[in-house]
């Protein structure tokens, strides 16, 4: 055996890596990048999947929260009328009752009908149907009136042109909307 000892064929004298070395090296970092890389793609896939998860969830949640509000609205509707019928019942059975005497006077009958209307008409302001009736000299509304006619006034009349003359229908109001605009005559300019 000799003393004399080879240096390694790839390895070179001046203490620097071989290009097969440093293409080791640079594989190695390569594939700690890529597996970096998968870690990272396999993080975003699973945070799509959350949130694909979660926006399925909300996008349900919608539509239940418009499907129960269609149904409040729905039975709203219902019961507001429900509401409504069931205040005009005491009006019906006034009126069948009214019609069950056959023997009463003009007197009776009169004063059975002003009972009856005063019911009516307290189930409608109960509902808030209102009237409008406005008085002679008010201003024309015409977002509550309807004109009919304009009637030339006397000129010894103080009453201003475009005031209501006189009421031929009243109108009504429901909750501020107008539901019949009252019927009037208005004073024609002098």
Do not use: C, W
């Amino acid at each position: 055996m000799s003393d004399n000892i080879q240096p390694e064929q790839n390895q070179d004298l001046s203490g620097e890596p071989s290009p097969e070395e440093l293409e080791a090296a640079q594989a190695a970092n390569e594939a700690d990048a890529l597996s970096a890389a998968q870690a990272e793609v396999a993080v975003l896939q699973a945070k799509n999947t959350e949130l694909a998860d979660s926006y399925l969830r909300a996008k349900a949640e919608v539509e239940n929260a418009r499907r129960r509000a269609d149904d409040e609205v729905a039975k709203a509707r219902k019961f507001a009328v429900e509401s409504f019928a069931e205040s005009l019942l005491p009006v019906t059975d006034s009126l069948e009752a009214g019609l069950l005497q056959p023997e009463a006077t003009a007197a009776q009958i009169r004063e059975g009908t002003e009972a009856t209307l005063k019911q009516l008409k307290s189930a409608l302001e109960r509902n808030k149907v209102v009237e409008i009736n406005p008085s002679a000299g008010a201003r024309f509304d015409p977002h509550q009136h309807q004109a009919i006619s304009m009637v030339p006034l006397p000129p010894e009349s103080t009453q201003e042109a475009n005031t209501v003359v006189g009421v031929l229908q009243k109108g009504y109001l429901i909750a501020d909307r107008v539901l019949r605009p009252a019927l009037v005559t208005v004073a024609a300019p002098k």
